[in-house]
């Protein structure tokens, strides 16, 4: 591409760019003040995003592509590490620029210790998102996806006081390492199979390869990135992770790094096995994976007392819907799905900001301990709220655009049931975020027992700041207000559908992917199909499924004047939720047999 | 005889598994941890075999028609040891961490982290 190859080089700039500085800071940030740190570190953040921001338009138009050290491809074969931007990583390189900007700004006085790891190591963790999404073969996917996940574990532990944290980060690294270490074992197996490592080559030299070795390299390379995007049942180790990583960097987790799994699976499936013998088979694998995911996520949500465990859980029940919107295989799906992780990720973290600003003013976040403690900040209360209805998917936010968007392509796919699913899950994960919001900030409903109180309490997590401030600081109510205020604009942005349509278009064109990266005749992208909006129906649904968040949320409150009749037909539900909670069990080993479980019944999936 | 390599990766991998599986001590997992990704390295490295091939240097006894093994697997099993490098060491940390904190390496031991 010589006409954008100025732009295209800015991928590798970036990507290079950015481990120097993580580098920079790790290395001589113990002699430099903190506030020098904080500042470098933002400096580096918003660059990033002013790169992405400048190759945005660029890559929608014409994917970018660019040979690391001028390896190009000559005769179809391939030597050198490609980077590849087109929308999709771009946007999302351009997300996580933005959440980590928000992130940063946050813990600007957020942490009262003088420590610049948090700042190296959060740059070396957008270094390795970055890289992640612009990688053009999967070893180098496979590098990026182990460097964001060493940063991801020591962000994990980073209060190192805290045996909590110090576990949560164990199970989150092991349970990830293996995953990663079983997809570079479907890495080798398909460089045995092919001689390619680079994604155009593998998709030109695997079309209609019907082989059973396909799919077991498929099963193989996809486990490291479904562990990643916490897609049941491998998701065991995000609860964990999410429940103890300080709150800014929970804002990173939830918003993009498990999005990020999502992006890999897709980009996997759409640049190289969509012309294989498991083109079907994975899309059924991606829809029946994103059920379980969804019912087991909403399920587990409705249960905890502990405020990030909750959300926590909530991402899971999201990311369920997101695979199932995947599986559908349909291009608008895929732009609502976009739209919808857009609005998600500010909407979630905003809330993961407000679960910090909850610990550093009361020194908890336990829903039980904390009823009606927070009658003293109304506004804190306002915005909890305010983001809750926005998860739920309420217009005019973000959240209920996406979903609107996403719904509107599965009612036409034909899976009816996905749309009711959908709904399902937005009212019950945002009526458990209510229910926290009503105890804790109205004060109501009586004392609780019963099965929410036998959860993880929230007491136990060790403070990252003197408890007890006044007033929040403005470094800390100014990225929850801008986060709210982004979920806002994005629902009301002109052209963010038809943008995330083309994008969707792009992404899912795989002979235009293999045009750009080994050169040859690349066919314009078809011109986006109807780009939708707001529509009526999608508008009703969005207050339909808020006002049954509500709903769900005031009877959760009000359990004892549930009649006794309809309690004890909830009762019989007790002792299988009893099991399930023990599923969860904070034991690593028990993970990684699930994980070996999970990979052998997807393996009869697609083999089947 | 060739897929002799394959077999031996695929029963390291597996042992490195139910050693995790099975682990009551962390510094025992994240060995196994390691085992199961010495794995990665022999299956890299039977990729490229060739038997009867020299390695991949070329000078003056080497030639353009002398058979070498692959130098591609060669580079991604060099990358994979400094990434298990990277891995190991964090994990390892980690766990010191954890026994001066809690005085505690038993994962059964570790505490409230469930539900």
């Known amino acids: 591409m010589p006409s954008n190859a100025p732009t295209a080089s800015l991928l590798a700039v970036l990507v290079v760019g950015l481990v120097l500085v993580a580098a920079l800071l790790m290395s001589v940030g113990r002699f430099l003040p903190r506030r020098f740190a904080d500042l470098a570190a933002m400096g580096a953040a918003l660059a990033a995003g002013g790169g992405e921001v400048v190759m945005l338009p660029s890559a929608l138009k014409d994917r970018l592509v660019y040979w690391m050290a001028g390896w190009e491809p000559s005769g179809g074969r391939t030597v050198g590490i490609a980077l590849v931007g087109d929308g999709l990583s771009v946007g999302i390189a351009l997300l996580a620029a933005v959440l980590m900007l928000a992130a940063l700004t946050f813990s600007w006085r957020y942490f009262a210790s003088d420590s610049t790891h948090f700042h190296g190591l959060m740059i070396l963790f957008l270094a390795g998102m970055t890289g992640f999404v612009f990688a053009g073969d999967v070893f180098t996917m496979f590098v990026f996806f182990e460097l964001m996940g060493v940063a991801a574990y020591a962000l994990t532990g980073l209060k190192s006081e805290d045996p909590t944290a110090l576990h949560g980060a164990i199970n989150f690294g092991i349970v990830n390492s293996l995953a990663a270490y079983i997809s570079l074992t479907g890495v080798a197996l398909m460089y045995a199979h092919t001689g390619s490592l680079n994604l155009a080559a593998l998709s030109v030299e695997l079309s209609g390869d019907r082989s059973p070795l396909v799919a077991v390299t498929f099963v193989l390379v996809c486990t490291g990135f479904l562990v990643k995007g916490a897609v049941s049942p491998f998701h065991f180790w995000l609860d964990d992770a999410h429940a103890v990583a300080p709150s800014p960097v929970c804002v990173l987790f939830s918003g993009v790094m498990v999005e990020l799994g999502l992006y890999g699976t897709a980009r996997l499936y759409w640049a190289v096995f969509s012309d294989t013998g498991v083109a079907s088979a994975g899309q059924v694998l991606f829809g029946a994976l994103g059920v379980l995911t969804a019912a087991m996520g909403t399920v587990m949500c409705f249960l905890q007392r502990h405020i990030k465990r909750l959300l926590a859980y909530s991402t899971i029940a999201h990311m369920g819907v997101f695979m199932i919107a995947l599986g559908s295989a349909s291009g608008s799906a895929l732009a609502g799905l976009a739209v919808y992780a857009l609005g998600h990720a500010m909407v979630k973290g905003a809330l993961f900001l407000l679960s910090g600003i909850i610990l550093d003013r009361y020194g908890s976040v336990d829903e039980f301990t904390l009823q009606g403690r927070g009658r003293d900040a109304p506004w804190l209360g306002a915005a909890y709220l305010v983001a809750a209805l926005a998860l739920a998917g309420t217009p005019p936010f973000g959240v209920g655009l996406g979903k609107g968007l996403t719904e509107h392509a599965l009612t036409d796919a034909g899976t009816v049931w996905a749309t009711v699913l959908m709904i399902a899950v937005s009212a019950v994960t945002a009526g458990a975020v209510l229910r926290v919001g009503a105890r804790i900030f109205l004060g109501l409903g009586p004392p609780p027992a019963g099965l929410e109180e036998a959860g993880m309490s929230g007491d136990e997590e060790k403070i990252e700041v003197s408890i007890g401030r006044d007033r929040v600081p403005l470094s800390m109510s100014g990225p929850v207000a801008a986060l709210l205020g982004a979920g806002l604009v994005l629902g009301a942005a002109p052209g963010l559908s038809a943008n995330a349509e083309a994008a969707a278009v792009q992404f899912m064109d795989r002979s235009g992917y293999v045009g750009a990266v080994l050169g040859g005749a690349v066919l314009p992208v078809s011109p986006a199909g109807t780009a939708g909006g707001w529509d009526a129906p999608s508008i009703v649904w969005g207050f339909v499924t808020a006002t049954l968040a509500l709903g769900l949320a005031a009877v959760a409150v009000y359990r004892h004047r549930v009649p006794a009749g309809a309690r004890r037909v909830l009762a019989i539900a007790v002792p299988a939720l009893r099991v399930l909670r023990r599923t969860h069990s904070g034991r690593a080993g028990d993970y990684v047999v699930w994980m070996v479980l999970g990979v052998a019944a997807c393996g009869a999936v697609v083999l089947v | ?115």
Do not use: W
């Open chain 2, 1 to 115: 005889m060739t897929y002799y390599a394959y077999f031996v990766a695929g029963a390291v991998m597996l042992l490195g598994i139910a050693g995790l599986a099975t682990s009551r001590n962390l510094v025992h997992a994240v060995v196994c941890l390691s085992v199961a990704q010495s794995a990665t390295y022999i299956l890299l490295i039977a990729v490229g075999y060739q038997s009867g091939a020299v390695a991949p240097i070329f000078g003056a006894q080497t030639g353009r028609d002398t058979p070498v093994v692959d130098p591609v697997v060669q580079a991604l099993a060099l990358t994979d040891i400094v990434v298990s490098a990277a891995v190991t060491s964090m994990l390892l940390a980690l766990v010191v961490q954890m026994a001066k904190r809690r005085r505690v390496v038993d994962p059964d031991h570790l505490g409230p982290l469930e539900g």
